[in-house]
């Protein structure tokens, strides 16, 4: 098995979190522990451990997780782990990207779905007037992918095997 650290974070006794909703301040109603993996520190794999907090808005009366800087709560790895992951696996092949990472190519694949995703929510198709469609032989020359790309931004629309 892999060496691993952990790196245990938690608020102070008091603290008040914004509700997400509305912004007001709140205390802690309860709380949910949590890990994620952060960038390798000496090599060594390195996990966050906290205390993630859930507030009882008193003025929505909504019971809420509340987000934290670092990650995505539903996510076992920080942001920075993803950016990581994200720039390995578009220099190599993903089983390649995954030993260099010491993960499971199946959460490779959820961080890889959680970023595209996210992109394509933000991608505006509204001006896409002209589409061209390309394919090619994969790298290993072993399938054909079909390229789907906006003519006038050069933004590959879509990509299928
Ligand atoms: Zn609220």
Not at 6 to 26: K, M, Q, V, W
Not at 40 to 67: E, G, M, Q, S
Request: proline letters at 2%.
């Amino acid at each position: 098995m892999d060496e691993a650290r952990s790196l245990y974070i938690d608020f102070e006794r008091e603290a008040e979190f914004a509700c997400p909703h509305c912004g007001t301040a709140n205390k802690v109603y309860d709380t949910e522990k949590k890990l994620w993996r952060h960038l390798d520190f000496w090599n060594w794999k390195t996990y966050f451990h906290a205390r993630a907090p859930r507030t009882d808005c008193t003025n929505c009366n909504i019971v809420t997780l509340v987000p934290i800087q670092w990650a995505r709560l539903q996510f076992h790895f920080t942001l920075l782990f993803g950016a990581w992951a994200m720039r390995l696996m578009a220099e190599r092949p993903f089983n390649a990207a995954a030993r260099e990472l010491r993960e499971h190519d199946t959460r490779m694949w959820r961080i890889f779905h959680y970023y595209v995703n996210q992109a394509m929510a933000e991608l505006n198709l509204t001006q896409v007037t002209w589409i061209a469609v390309n394919e090619t032989l994969s790298r290993c020359g072993h399938r054909y992918i079909t390229l789907f790309v906006d003519v006038n931004t050069k933004i590959v629309l879509f990509a299928t095997a």
